[in-house]
């Protein structure tokens, strides 16, 4: 929009390449979907600034912010206050992890791309596996494969990725050297984490 905007990146960002196509702003949703190994964040946000666009068939996370958006919509013309949901990626994995520690057994199925991390900690999930059903794993705030690879190696964990951490502390493996990457997705985990298991 021609405008003198200056991105400031932190986190994660400092590491991933951004478009700085200006013409982005006029793309489709299809389009969209296309960029950083077909992730769903870009047309999230198309849709969440105003883009009246819907697709048919759309990946896990557009689909909720499709949800959120009418949500948001039927509230406001009925003159009622929005109500947050649950997070259900993490609402899943709380319960798996809950009843494994109840069980000894790891009772999970990963259902899209945001599950990988959980199910390859387990070993419920090869890389190859991942890789093949959410290529999109690549392009995340980390190459999410390459990254659960080293961090399941890892003593001292290096990992900047809120899923990556998360995974890797439920499986109680190394100490966590950037522990409020967590914060991102999940700022109660660590609370969480205390409730069940004091060590932590």
Known sequence: MNLPKEF?????????????????INWSLENLLTLDNNTSQWA?????LGNPARIQNPPFKLQTTFDAIE?????????????PRYDETILSQAEAYLKFLQ?????????QAE???????????TAEEGEKRWPSLRGHETDRISEMEIALTQDKI?????????????????KIKYRNAVNKSWPQFWKFMEDISPSY
């Not at 599950?115 to 999930?125: E, G, P, Q, S, V």
Request: glycine content about 6%; charged content about 30%; some cysteine.
């Open 158 to 174: 290096t990992s900047k990725d809120h899923r990556v951490v998360q995974a890797i502390a439920m499986l109680n493996r190394g």
């Open 8 to 24: 400031i990146l932190s986190g994660t960002l400092k590491d991933r390449k951004i478009c700085d196509n200006p013409e982005i």
């Open 71 to 83: 949500h948001w919509k039927d509230k406001r013309k009925k003159g009622e206050t929005w109500e």
């Open 44 to 48: 999230s946000a198309s849709v969440l």
């Open 115 to 125: 599950d990988y991390c959980f199910a390859r900690a387990f070993n419920l999930i």
């Open 103 to 111: 069980t000894g057994k790891m009772h999970f199925e990963p259902q």
